[in-house]
Nanobody, 126 residues
Framework: QVQLVESGGGLVQAGGSLRLSCAAS????????MGWFRQAPGKEREFVAT????????YYTDSVKGRFTISRDNPKNTMYLQMNSLKPEDTAVYYC???????????????????WGQGTQVTVSS
């Protein structure tokens, strides 16, 4: 089992940057495929990015490609999401999630993930 805590959200102007962190408890962080999801008001939770156990395989949803970078530091039990060139439509609560199993280089579904953080708010003003 793993517990996840996100941090780093906030209010930023369009074009700005934020770095989200996801701190994991336990000794097995490196065995999990990790992902970032987001949920805007009135919308379903949507996939943002996923990373395999050692960071060697990564997949992004199209709307964030070239702007967001997912990474992980296994010795620190932490995953990151560097968000650049932020747009108002990126406004959402961002969640990190963990699951076992094989890496999937396509749009991941929320119900594929077993463990979730509490979320961190990202607001991008125009």
């Amino acid at each position: 089992q793993v517990q996840l805590v996100e941090s780093g959200g906030g209010l930023v102007q369009a074009g700005g940057s934020l770095r989200l962190s996801c701190a994991a408890s336990g000794r097995t962080f490196s065995t999990y495929v990790m992902g970032w999801f987001r949920q805007a008001p009135g919308k379903e939770r949507e996939f943002v990015a996923t990373i395999n156990w050692n960071g060697g395989r990564i997949y992004y949803t199209d709307s964030v490609k070239g702007r967001f970078t997912i990474s992980r530091d296994n010795p620190k039990n932490t995953m990151y999401l560097q968000m650049n060139s932020l747009k108002p439509e990126d406004t959402a609560v961002y969640y990190c999630a963990a699951r076992k199993g094989a890496f999937r280089a396509w749009e991941n579904q929320a119900d594929e993930y077993d463990y979730w953080g509490q979320g961190t708010q990202v607001t991008v003003s125009s």
